[in-house]
Protein backbone atom coordinates (compact mmCIF):
# COMPACT_ATOMS: atom_id res chain seq x y z
CA UNK A 1 0.00 0.00 0.00
CA UNK A 2 1.27 3.90 -0.28
CA UNK A 3 1.68 4.31 3.12
CA UNK A 4 3.66 1.31 3.63
CA UNK A 5 5.40 -0.32 0.30
CA UNK A 6 20.46 -19.42 -5.13
CA UNK A 7 23.09 -18.31 -6.54
CA UNK A 8 26.53 -19.22 -7.19
CA UNK A 9 28.81 -19.22 -4.16
CA UNK A 10 30.37 -16.14 -3.94
CA UNK A 11 33.42 -17.02 -1.23
CA UNK A 12 36.09 -18.69 -3.04
CA UNK A 13 37.89 -19.02 -6.35
CA UNK A 14 36.31 -20.42 -9.32
CA UNK A 15 38.01 -23.73 -10.12
CA UNK A 16 37.54 -26.92 -11.73
CA UNK A 17 39.18 -27.88 -8.13
CA UNK A 18 36.14 -27.12 -6.57
CA UNK A 19 33.73 -28.94 -8.54
CA UNK A 20 32.62 -26.19 -11.48
CA UNK A 21 32.60 -27.45 -14.55
CA UNK A 22 34.19 -24.72 -17.00
CA UNK A 23 30.39 -24.12 -18.36
CA UNK A 24 30.08 -22.95 -14.85
CA UNK A 25 32.80 -20.96 -14.65
CA UNK A 26 31.75 -18.74 -17.83
CA UNK A 27 28.28 -18.55 -16.10
CA UNK A 28 29.36 -17.53 -13.05
CA UNK A 29 31.54 -14.82 -14.55
CA UNK A 30 28.65 -13.41 -16.36
CA UNK A 31 26.48 -13.49 -12.92
CA UNK A 32 29.19 -11.08 -11.67
CA UNK A 33 30.54 -9.39 -14.40
CA UNK A 34 28.45 -6.26 -13.98
CA UNK A 35 25.14 -4.62 -12.38
CA UNK A 36 23.66 -3.44 -15.66
CA UNK A 37 24.17 -7.34 -17.11
CA UNK A 38 23.91 -10.11 -15.13
CA UNK A 39 22.24 -12.92 -16.86
CA UNK A 40 24.08 -15.60 -19.18
CA UNK A 41 23.35 -13.95 -22.99
CA UNK A 42 23.57 -10.74 -25.04
CA UNK A 43 21.85 -7.63 -25.35
CA UNK A 44 19.55 -7.66 -28.07
CA UNK A 45 17.84 -5.07 -30.74
CA UNK A 46 16.11 -7.90 -33.03
CA UNK A 47 13.36 -9.13 -30.58
CA UNK A 48 10.16 -9.26 -32.58
CA UNK A 49 6.52 -9.68 -31.61
CA UNK A 50 6.27 -13.18 -32.33
CA UNK A 51 9.18 -13.99 -30.07
CA UNK A 52 7.89 -11.95 -27.14
CA UNK A 53 3.97 -13.58 -27.21
CA UNK A 54 5.28 -17.43 -27.65
CA UNK A 55 8.09 -16.57 -25.01
CA UNK A 56 5.03 -14.95 -22.54
CA UNK A 57 2.59 -17.55 -23.49
CA UNK A 58 5.22 -19.64 -22.42
CA UNK A 59 5.83 -18.78 -18.74
CA UNK A 60 3.44 -18.99 -15.68
CA UNK A 61 3.33 -15.42 -14.85
CA UNK A 62 2.95 -15.55 -10.64
CA UNK A 63 2.62 -11.77 -9.47
CA UNK A 64 2.76 -12.16 -5.53
CA UNK A 65 1.07 -8.67 -4.49
CA UNK A 66 -1.54 -7.08 -5.75
CA UNK A 67 -4.04 -4.69 -3.72
CA UNK A 68 -6.91 -4.27 -5.93
CA UNK A 69 -8.70 -6.20 -2.89
CA UNK A 70 -8.89 -2.70 -1.20
CA UNK A 71 -11.14 -1.66 -3.66
CA UNK A 72 -13.25 -4.84 -4.43
CA UNK A 73 -13.61 -4.92 0.10
CA UNK A 74 -15.49 -1.14 -1.24
CA UNK A 75 -17.55 -2.99 -3.78
CA UNK A 76 -15.23 -2.97 -6.95
CA UNK A 77 -16.87 -5.30 -9.54
CA UNK A 78 -13.28 -6.88 -10.77
CA UNK A 79 -14.80 -8.35 -13.61
CA UNK A 80 -15.59 -5.18 -15.38
CA UNK A 81 -12.75 -2.70 -17.26
CA UNK A 82 -11.85 0.44 -15.54
CA UNK A 83 -10.69 3.69 -16.29
CA UNK A 84 -8.93 3.86 -13.48
CA UNK A 85 -6.42 1.48 -11.28
CA UNK A 86 -4.01 -0.96 -12.61
CA UNK A 87 -6.48 -4.42 -12.00
CA UNK A 88 -9.35 -5.97 -13.41
CA UNK A 89 -10.53 -8.85 -15.01
CA UNK A 90 -10.28 -7.81 -18.74
CA UNK A 91 -6.50 -6.69 -18.07
CA UNK A 92 -5.38 -9.51 -16.75
CA UNK A 93 -6.43 -11.68 -19.60
CA UNK A 94 -4.57 -9.23 -21.64
CA UNK A 95 -1.37 -9.31 -19.29
CA UNK A 96 -1.58 -13.35 -19.53
CA UNK A 97 -1.25 -13.53 -15.72
CA UNK A 98 -1.43 -17.24 -14.37
CA UNK A 99 -1.33 -16.48 -10.99
CA UNK A 100 -1.93 -13.48 -8.54
CA UNK A 101 -1.63 -13.54 -4.68
CA UNK A 102 -4.25 -11.16 -3.63
CA UNK A 103 -3.39 -8.71 -0.27
CA UNK A 104 -5.32 -9.44 2.90
CA UNK A 105 -4.25 -5.87 3.80
CA UNK A 106 -4.58 -4.93 6.64
CA UNK A 107 -3.80 -1.09 7.97
CA UNK A 108 -2.23 -0.66 11.53
CA UNK A 109 -5.24 1.86 12.03
CA UNK A 110 -7.54 -1.64 12.60
CA UNK A 111 -4.98 -2.68 15.19
CA UNK A 112 -5.06 -0.09 17.25
CA UNK A 113 -9.19 0.09 17.43
CA UNK A 114 -8.76 -3.94 18.07
CA UNK A 115 -10.37 -4.53 14.94
CA UNK A 116 -7.65 -5.94 13.34
CA UNK A 117 -8.91 -9.66 12.95
CA UNK A 118 -11.92 -8.19 11.77
CA UNK A 119 -10.34 -6.50 9.11
CA UNK A 120 -8.44 -10.19 8.05
CA UNK A 121 -11.82 -11.32 7.87
CA UNK A 122 -13.77 -9.33 5.41
CA UNK A 123 -10.45 -8.95 3.41
CA UNK A 124 -10.57 -12.61 2.86
CA UNK A 125 -14.14 -12.38 2.07
CA UNK A 126 -13.62 -10.19 -0.86
CA UNK A 127 -11.53 -12.38 -2.40
CA UNK A 128 -13.28 -15.28 -1.98
CA UNK A 129 -16.62 -13.75 -2.42
CA UNK A 130 -15.92 -10.74 -4.77
CA UNK A 131 -13.77 -12.18 -7.14
CA UNK A 132 -13.71 -15.85 -6.65
CA UNK A 133 -16.73 -16.21 -6.04
CA UNK A 134 -18.61 -13.76 -8.79
CA UNK A 135 -16.06 -15.07 -11.76
CA UNK A 136 -15.78 -18.97 -10.64
CA UNK A 137 -15.44 -19.39 -15.08
CA UNK A 138 -11.97 -17.24 -14.86
CA UNK A 139 -10.91 -17.39 -10.79
CA UNK A 140 -9.79 -20.72 -9.08
CA UNK A 141 -9.18 -20.83 -5.49
CA UNK A 142 -5.71 -22.22 -4.77
CA UNK A 143 -3.77 -22.85 -1.87
CA UNK A 144 -0.67 -25.22 -3.19
CA UNK A 145 2.04 -24.66 -5.67
CA UNK A 146 0.64 -27.81 -7.40
CA UNK A 147 -3.07 -26.10 -7.44
CA UNK A 148 -1.32 -23.05 -9.51
CA UNK A 149 -0.13 -25.51 -12.05
CA UNK A 150 -3.17 -27.13 -12.10
CA UNK A 151 -4.90 -24.52 -12.57
CA UNK A 152 -2.93 -22.16 -15.35
CA UNK A 153 -3.10 -26.07 -17.41
CA UNK A 154 -6.90 -25.69 -16.90
CA UNK A 155 -6.54 -22.22 -18.45
CA UNK A 156 -7.65 -20.63 -15.19
CA UNK A 157 -6.40 -17.79 -13.34
CA UNK A 158 -5.13 -19.11 -9.68
CA UNK A 159 -6.18 -16.91 -7.30
CA UNK A 160 -4.41 -16.81 -3.79
CA UNK A 161 -4.18 -14.85 -0.44
CA UNK A 162 -1.21 -13.06 1.69
CA UNK A 163 -2.03 -11.31 4.52
CA UNK A 164 -0.21 -7.77 4.62
CA UNK A 165 0.84 -7.00 8.30
CA UNK A 166 1.57 -9.41 11.55
CA UNK A 167 -0.89 -7.46 13.64
CA UNK A 168 -3.53 -9.37 11.57
CA UNK A 169 -3.57 -12.11 13.93
CA UNK A 170 -3.56 -9.94 16.91
CA UNK A 171 -0.60 -11.68 18.49
CA UNK A 172 -2.68 -15.44 18.66
CA UNK A 173 -0.87 -18.58 17.24
CA UNK A 174 -4.56 -19.86 16.96
CA UNK A 175 -5.58 -16.55 14.78
CA UNK A 176 -2.56 -17.76 12.61
CA UNK A 177 -3.72 -20.87 12.05
CA UNK A 178 -7.71 -20.03 11.47
CA UNK A 179 -6.39 -17.52 8.98
CA UNK A 180 -4.05 -20.95 7.25
CA UNK A 181 -7.43 -22.66 7.67
CA UNK A 182 -9.22 -20.34 5.15
CA UNK A 183 -6.58 -19.81 2.85
CA UNK A 184 -3.85 -17.72 3.63
CA UNK A 185 -0.14 -19.12 2.42
CA UNK A 186 2.04 -16.25 3.60
CA UNK A 187 2.36 -13.53 6.05
CA UNK A 188 3.91 -10.26 5.56
CA UNK A 189 5.30 -9.82 9.37
CA UNK A 190 4.71 -6.07 9.75
CA UNK A 191 3.40 -3.66 7.60
CA UNK A 192 4.94 0.07 8.14
CA UNK A 193 4.22 -0.11 11.58
CA UNK A 194 6.01 -2.53 14.80
CA UNK A 195 3.41 -5.06 16.31
CA UNK A 196 4.38 -6.42 19.36
CA UNK A 197 6.76 -8.93 18.67
CA UNK A 198 8.09 -7.50 14.75
CA UNK A 199 9.89 -4.83 13.56
CA UNK A 200 8.86 -2.34 10.65
CA UNK A 201 11.38 -0.56 8.18
CA UNK A 202 8.72 1.85 8.20
CA UNK A 203 9.34 2.55 12.64
CA UNK A 204 11.62 4.62 13.77
CA UNK A 205 11.67 3.29 17.59
CA UNK A 206 12.20 -0.53 16.75
CA UNK A 207 10.78 -1.65 19.94
CA UNK A 208 11.33 -5.23 19.55
CA UNK A 209 14.99 -5.00 18.53
CA UNK A 210 13.81 -7.42 15.50
CA UNK A 211 11.57 -10.43 16.31
CA UNK A 212 10.64 -11.07 19.99
CA UNK A 213 10.38 -14.30 21.71
CA UNK A 214 6.74 -14.53 20.54
CA UNK A 215 7.74 -13.27 17.00
CA UNK A 216 9.99 -16.29 16.82
CA UNK A 217 7.93 -18.47 17.60
CA UNK A 218 4.89 -17.23 15.23
CA UNK A 219 7.42 -17.54 12.23
CA UNK A 220 7.89 -21.35 13.58
CA UNK A 221 4.25 -21.77 13.57
CA UNK A 222 4.34 -20.47 10.35
CA UNK A 223 6.86 -22.99 8.96
CA UNK A 224 5.31 -25.79 10.49
CA UNK A 225 1.27 -25.20 8.99
CA UNK A 226 3.44 -24.42 5.58
CA UNK A 227 2.92 -19.98 5.18
CA UNK A 228 5.36 -18.59 3.41
CA UNK A 229 7.80 -16.36 5.40
CA UNK A 230 7.27 -12.28 3.92
CA UNK A 231 9.95 -10.13 5.09
CA UNK A 232 8.80 -6.87 3.06
CA UNK A 233 8.32 -4.14 5.13
CA UNK A 234 10.61 -5.67 7.86
CA UNK A 235 13.43 -3.88 9.80
CA UNK A 236 16.74 -5.06 8.80
CA UNK A 237 17.25 -6.53 11.99
CA UNK A 238 13.91 -8.16 12.08
CA UNK A 239 14.80 -9.64 8.53
CA UNK A 240 18.52 -11.37 9.95
CA UNK A 241 16.17 -12.95 12.55
CA UNK A 242 13.42 -14.49 10.32
CA UNK A 243 16.57 -15.30 7.75
CA UNK A 244 17.92 -17.01 11.28
CA UNK A 245 15.05 -18.73 12.98
CA UNK A 246 13.08 -19.88 9.99
CA UNK A 247 13.64 -23.36 8.77
CA UNK A 248 11.75 -22.97 4.89
CA UNK A 249 13.19 -20.81 2.71
CA UNK A 250 12.01 -16.82 3.14
CA UNK A 251 10.64 -14.22 0.89
CA UNK A 252 10.02 -10.94 -0.08
CA UNK A 253 6.66 -10.34 -1.81
CA UNK A 254 7.04 -6.99 -2.68
CA UNK A 255 10.95 -5.26 -2.42
CA UNK A 256 13.52 -4.10 -4.69
CA UNK A 257 17.02 -3.15 -4.23
CA UNK A 258 18.33 -0.68 -1.83
CA UNK A 259 21.51 0.06 -3.46
CA UNK A 260 19.62 1.21 -6.85
CA UNK A 261 16.90 2.90 -4.74
CA UNK A 262 17.86 4.28 -1.18
CA UNK A 263 14.07 3.51 0.53
CA UNK A 264 14.12 1.74 3.58
CA UNK A 265 11.15 -0.58 2.54
CA UNK A 266 14.20 -2.04 -0.41
CA UNK A 267 16.54 -4.79 0.47
CA UNK A 268 20.27 -4.17 0.84
CA UNK A 269 23.20 -5.90 -0.88
CA UNK A 270 24.12 -8.35 1.67
CA UNK A 271 19.84 -9.30 2.56
CA UNK A 272 19.50 -9.78 -1.14
CA UNK A 273 22.83 -12.64 -1.27
CA UNK A 274 21.94 -14.35 2.14
CA UNK A 275 18.50 -14.60 1.01
CA UNK A 276 19.43 -15.96 -2.12
CA UNK A 277 22.31 -18.61 -0.59
CA UNK A 278 19.09 -19.67 1.43
CA UNK A 279 16.96 -20.47 -1.47
CA UNK A 280 14.71 -17.27 -1.16
CA UNK A 281 13.26 -14.77 -3.52
CA UNK A 282 13.00 -11.12 -3.75
CA UNK A 283 10.00 -9.92 -5.59
CA UNK A 284 10.75 -6.86 -7.00
CA UNK A 285 8.22 -4.00 -6.52
CA UNK A 286 6.98 -1.83 -9.51
CA UNK A 287 6.65 1.57 -7.28
CA UNK A 288 8.20 4.22 -8.62
CA UNK A 289 10.37 5.08 -5.50
CA UNK A 290 10.96 1.60 -5.31
CA UNK A 291 12.50 1.80 -8.70
CA UNK A 292 14.20 4.99 -9.22
CA UNK A 293 16.23 7.11 -6.95
CA UNK A 294 14.98 10.27 -8.28
CA UNK A 295 11.39 9.43 -7.70
CA UNK A 296 12.62 7.69 -4.21
CA UNK A 297 13.90 11.72 -3.09
CA UNK A 298 10.03 12.58 -3.74
CA UNK A 299 8.47 9.99 -1.41
CA UNK A 300 7.14 10.38 1.65
CA UNK A 301 8.93 7.29 2.77
CA UNK A 302 12.33 8.63 2.06
CA UNK A 303 11.57 12.69 2.87
CA UNK A 304 10.19 13.39 6.38
CA UNK A 305 8.46 16.77 5.60
CA UNK A 306 7.05 15.42 2.20
CA UNK A 307 5.08 12.65 4.42
CA UNK A 308 4.44 15.46 7.22
CA UNK A 309 3.00 17.35 4.23
CA UNK A 310 1.55 14.15 2.63
CA UNK A 311 -0.36 12.86 6.08
CA UNK A 312 -1.94 16.46 6.34
CA UNK A 313 -3.44 16.04 2.59
CA UNK A 314 -4.81 12.66 3.11
CA UNK A 315 -6.63 13.83 6.20
CA UNK A 316 -8.36 16.47 4.13
CA UNK A 317 -9.40 13.08 2.15
CA UNK A 318 -10.94 11.52 4.24
CA UNK A 319 -14.30 12.06 2.41
CA UNK A 320 -13.31 10.00 -0.30
CA UNK A 321 -13.80 6.13 0.49
CA UNK A 322 -11.75 4.33 -2.36
CA UNK A 323 -7.99 4.19 -1.25
CA UNK A 324 -6.39 4.68 -4.89
CA UNK A 325 -9.10 7.03 -5.55
CA UNK A 326 -7.99 8.77 -2.57
CA UNK A 327 -4.03 8.32 -2.93
CA UNK A 328 -4.39 9.79 -6.66
CA UNK A 329 -5.85 13.12 -5.57
CA UNK A 330 -3.57 13.35 -2.42
CA UNK A 331 -0.88 13.09 -4.95
CA UNK A 332 -2.53 15.47 -7.75
CA UNK A 333 -2.70 17.89 -4.20
CA UNK A 334 1.08 17.31 -3.78
CA UNK A 335 2.20 18.29 -7.66
CA UNK A 336 -0.26 20.95 -7.57
CA UNK A 337 2.57 22.44 -4.44
CA UNK A 338 5.54 21.67 -7.06
CA UNK A 339 6.31 18.64 -5.88
CA UNK A 340 6.24 16.15 -8.11
CA UNK A 341 7.32 12.38 -8.09
CA UNK A 342 9.44 11.59 -10.77
CA UNK A 343 8.38 8.20 -12.73
CA UNK A 344 9.88 5.18 -12.96
CA UNK A 345 10.29 3.38 -15.91
CA UNK A 346 10.01 -0.58 -17.34
CA UNK A 347 13.86 -0.25 -17.90
CA UNK A 348 14.16 0.30 -14.02
CA UNK A 349 12.49 -2.76 -13.23
CA UNK A 350 14.86 -4.54 -15.33
CA UNK A 351 17.76 -3.15 -13.86
CA UNK A 352 16.51 -4.36 -10.84
CA UNK A 353 16.20 -7.83 -11.73
CA UNK A 354 19.54 -7.82 -12.83
CA UNK A 355 21.05 -6.59 -9.63
CA UNK A 356 19.50 -9.33 -7.81
CA UNK A 357 20.79 -11.96 -10.15
CA UNK A 358 24.13 -10.45 -10.09
CA UNK A 359 24.03 -10.48 -6.02
CA UNK A 360 21.94 -14.27 -5.94
CA UNK A 361 21.79 -15.74 -9.01
CA UNK A 362 18.82 -16.25 -11.53
CA UNK A 363 16.76 -18.09 -8.77
CA UNK A 364 16.20 -15.47 -6.43
CA UNK A 365 14.10 -13.10 -8.35
CA UNK A 366 10.56 -12.46 -8.97
CA UNK A 367 7.46 -10.15 -9.85
CA UNK A 368 5.36 -8.69 -6.69
CA UNK A 369 4.39 -5.56 -8.39
CA UNK A 370 2.08 -4.37 -6.02
CA UNK A 371 -0.15 -2.78 -8.45
CA UNK A 372 -3.15 -0.90 -7.17
CA UNK A 373 -1.40 -0.36 -4.00
CA UNK A 374 0.99 2.29 -5.25
CA UNK A 375 0.09 5.52 -6.47
CA UNK A 376 2.81 5.71 -9.43
CA UNK A 377 4.07 2.68 -11.56
CA UNK A 378 6.70 2.47 -14.53
CA UNK A 379 5.90 3.93 -17.64
CA UNK A 380 4.63 1.37 -20.45
CA UNK A 381 4.01 -1.13 -17.18
CA UNK A 382 0.83 1.47 -16.29
CA UNK A 383 -1.44 -1.97 -15.37
CA UNK A 384 -1.60 -5.26 -15.44
CA UNK A 385 -1.90 -5.83 -19.23
CA UNK A 386 1.11 -4.53 -20.20
CA UNK A 387 3.43 -7.49 -18.86
CA UNK A 388 4.52 -8.06 -22.46
CA UNK A 389 6.63 -4.85 -22.28
CA UNK A 390 8.32 -6.52 -19.49
CA UNK A 391 8.72 -9.91 -21.73
CA UNK A 392 10.32 -7.67 -24.31
CA UNK A 393 12.49 -6.09 -22.07
CA UNK A 394 14.27 -9.15 -20.40
CA UNK A 395 14.53 -10.72 -24.22
CA UNK A 396 16.20 -7.16 -24.75
CA UNK A 397 18.46 -7.51 -22.17
CA UNK A 398 19.87 -10.98 -23.09
CA UNK A 399 17.54 -13.07 -21.02
CA UNK A 400 16.48 -16.40 -22.35
CA UNK A 401 12.58 -17.91 -22.42
CA UNK A 402 14.18 -20.35 -19.50
CA UNK A 403 15.41 -17.75 -17.48
CA UNK A 404 12.39 -15.46 -17.57
CA UNK A 405 10.18 -18.79 -16.52
CA UNK A 406 12.24 -18.82 -13.14
CA UNK A 407 11.34 -14.34 -13.24
CA UNK A 408 7.98 -15.09 -13.89
CA UNK A 409 6.68 -17.95 -11.50
CA UNK A 410 8.99 -20.80 -11.04
CA UNK A 411 11.49 -19.47 -8.34
CA UNK A 412 8.26 -18.58 -6.38
CA UNK A 413 6.74 -22.05 -7.06
CA UNK A 414 9.88 -23.39 -5.47
CA UNK A 415 9.53 -21.23 -2.51
CA UNK A 416 6.33 -22.01 -1.90
CA UNK A 417 7.12 -26.13 -2.35
CA UNK A 418 10.05 -25.57 0.32
CA UNK A 419 7.42 -24.13 2.85
CA UNK A 420 5.53 -27.15 2.04
CA UNK A 421 7.94 -29.79 1.90
CA UNK A 422 9.26 -28.38 5.68
CA UNK A 423 6.09 -28.14 6.95
CA UNK A 424 4.99 -32.23 5.87
CA UNK A 425 8.72 -32.87 7.24
CA UNK A 426 7.65 -31.16 10.71
CA UNK A 427 4.28 -32.15 11.00
CA UNK A 428 5.34 -35.73 10.47
CA UNK A 429 8.05 -35.40 13.25
CA UNK A 430 5.57 -33.65 16.07
Same mark, same amino acid.
Given at each position: ?F ?40 K ?5 D ?17 D ?17 G ?42 R ?41 E ?13 I ?24 N??S????? %? $???? =? ?5 V? +??? /??D?T?? @? ?25 M ?11 G ?17 K ?14 A???T ?31 ? %? $???? =? ?6 ? +??A /? ?5 ? @? ?18 T ?9 A ?16 G ?8 Q???
Open positions: MTHSKGLPLAGPFSISRGLPPAGILAAWLVLASTGFAQSGPRTNVTAEVAKVHKSALLIDTHNVTSNTVDGLDIGKRRADHSDLPRFKEGGVGATFFAVYVAGNYAREGKAANRTLQMIDTVHDIIGKYPNDFEFVTTADGIVAAHKKGKFAALMGIEGGHAIDSLRLLRDFYALGRYMTLTHSNSNNWADSSGDIEKPNGLKFGKE %V $VGEM =NRLGMMD +ISH /VSKFW @DALEVSKAPIFASHSSCRSISPIPRNTDPMITALGKKGVVQINFGCEFLNPESASSPMQNPALREKMQVMKLTDIKDPLARQAAARKMMEQSGLKTARATADD %V $VAHI =NKVVQLAG +ID /VGIGSDY @DGVGCVPAGLDDVSKYPVLRKLLEAGYSAEIQKIYGGNLLRVMRAEKTAAELQNR
